[in-house]
């Protein structure tokens, strides 16, 4: 038997090694879960979306890397290159409300107004698009495909992410959705024929998730999910990776667990990081949607919650300021180089107050800044970057 001393001594050695943090080396599984979705993004980076993916394609490519939390500055590019075209793309202003949800998901994921993303208040487009208008013979259908749970639970995860209510009329088309016997969400096709869907299951588990107040639906639709499951680990579709990734993200979301498929979902991935839309057969080739989709099971996160996180700068220079410090002389500012390049607010600033109106990169004295000293503040920020405040070194006090 140890000792007190003894045992006290080796007490008092754990909590040295926890005061300097010793970070234990990661496991073998964590480093391969890591390798392969450095894979899964490089491939969607070397891959972009085509003309004939459209918007939609490039919407669900670019948060595949906000998920993946890889190529930052592929990503800030492609995102910056979404508000651009916001108020002109057609799949988006023609009444496309399952891609201006999609998209209100990556906004927010990335900390930006939905309300105000490239001039356009995307929330409202969806909404237009959600047959609420008075009289109307579908109300809350989302779209113009009857009986599709898929698009009113995407609605409904895109309303809540935007801290939006939720008309009650989307919320029950998406309940009339599920099947009262098996549980499991779906569509209609044709009209009059309900298909389960493990994808549509998978986004209502995750809205329903996010209301709140329906734990009776969800625990219908996890045991369905359970069941309609195959032994390997899938769950069977047009697009088995697209579904599984989705299931499975949904089914942890609620603390259920979806057996084989990550390992299942492992094998699929192919020599050059993507996955196909199909099972994988010697002849697969890499489908953008699958794997955009297969990034969620990978990294463990789910559309209804994940949440980019904001990079920093490798150089934040001070600004300086140049020129005489006299009434009616003009001072420049000199912002340096910033890395990552960011978008910079420009404020001057006298004796420590904001001047009105003085935002642009030189200012002339005038005088009210007489006997004053003057410095000049930049606010950093942009796509994917923190928001970081510099202040320059003030002038000598203004002279006549």
Do not use: C
């Not at 309609?228 to 769950?235: D, E, N, P, S, V």
């Not at 000293?373 to 000598?396: F, H, Q, Y």
Request: proline fraction near 4%.
């Amino acid at each position: 038997m140890l000792s007190k001393s003894t045992r006290l001594l080796a007490v008092g050695t754990a909590a040295a090694i926890a005061l300097v943090s010793f970070a234990p080396a990661p496991t073998a599984e964590a480093s391969a879960r890591s390798h392969a979705v450095t894979k899964a993004a490089t491939w969607l980076v070397k891959n972009p979306a085509t003309v004939d993916d459209g918007i939609s394609g490039e919407i669900a490519a670019a948060t595949a890397l906000a998920v993946a939390d890889r190529n930052a500055a592929t990503l800030r590019s492609r995102v910056g290159a979404l508000e651009k075209k916001a108020s002109t793309a057609t799949d988006l202003t023609t009444k496309k409300p399952g891609n201006a949800a999609n998209l209100i998901i990556l906004v927010r994921a990335m900390h930006l107004n939905p309300k105000s993303f490239g001039g356009v208040d995307l929330v409202q487009m969806l909404l237009d698009g959600s047959h609420l208008g008075v009289g109307d013979p579908t109300p809350g259908m989302v779209g113009d495909t009857a009986g599709s749970a898929y698009g009113q639970a995407l609605a409904i995860i895109a309303l809540k992410r935007s801290h939006q209510p939720v008309p009650t009329a989307i919320v029950a088309r998406l309940l009339e959705s599920q099947n009262a016997t098996s549980g499991a969400f779906g569509y209609e096709y044709p009209v009059g024929t309900f298909n389960e869907d493990p994808d549509s299951t998978a986004l209502a588990v995750q809205a329903l998730h996010l209301l709140g107040g329906y734990s009776a639906e969800i625990k219908k639709a996890a045991a369905w999910a359970k069941k309609a499951q195959t032994k390997q680990g899938y769950w069977g579709t047009w697009s088995p990776v697209d579904s599984t990734s989705l299931m499975a993200s949904a089914l942890k979301l609620v603390h259920r667990s979806s057996g084989k498929a990550y390992s299942w979902l492992r094998t699929q991935q192919l020599k050059d990081g993507g996955f196909p839309a199909e099972l994988r057969k010697t002849t697969s080739t890499s489908n953008l949607l699958a794997t955009a989709d297969a990034t969620y099971l990978l990294t463990g996160k789910s559309m209804a919650t994940f949440s980019y996180k904001l990079k920093g700068y490798y150089w934040s220079p001070r600004p300086k300021v140049s020129g005489t410090a006299k009434v009616g002389s003009t001072l420049t500012a000199k912002f340096g180089t910033w890395s990552p390049k960011p978008t910079l607010s420009i404020q001057w600033l006298r004796s420590g107050k904001a001047i009105v109106g003085a935002t642009s990169a030189t200012y002339t004295l005038t005088a009210a800044d007489l006997g004053k000293r003057i410095r000049v503040e930049v606010v950093a920020g942009g796509i994917g970057l923190k928001k970081v405040t510099r202040v320059s070194s003030p002038t000598k006090h203004v002279r006549q």
